[in-house]
């Protein structure tokens, strides 16, 4: 059974961004936070959906019972499945929520 596609708007962009710099605030140092981003911008680059949320989800199983983490999950839950467009506008909100966290208001 296939999950339908869901329309997203800037606002779930700006949510998974904002979740995303809240999640990876306690994973990691910076170095480990850059070299994911590494990863995950060449897995985006060439739409590779698999290993950017194989990638990301390892990293994230480490913080589970953080509330950010949680709210991070809920909502790539909802918004999966992507298509193309949507993956892409997904992935680097993730990416720059990451390479914010650590780095105040």
Known sequence: MHKKLKPLSEVDYWQIKKYSRSAFENIGSESYRQRLVYKLLNTARVNNQSDFFS???????????????????????????????????????????????????
């Open 55 to 105: 990638f990301l989800l390892r990293t994230l199983n480490s913080k589970k019972g953080d509330e950010n983490v949680r709210k991070l999950c809920r909502k790539l839950e909802w918004v999966y499945p992507l298509n193309p467009e949507n993956f892409e506008k997904v992935a680097y909100s993730i990416i720059i929520g990451i390479m914010a966290a650590g780095k105040g208001e």
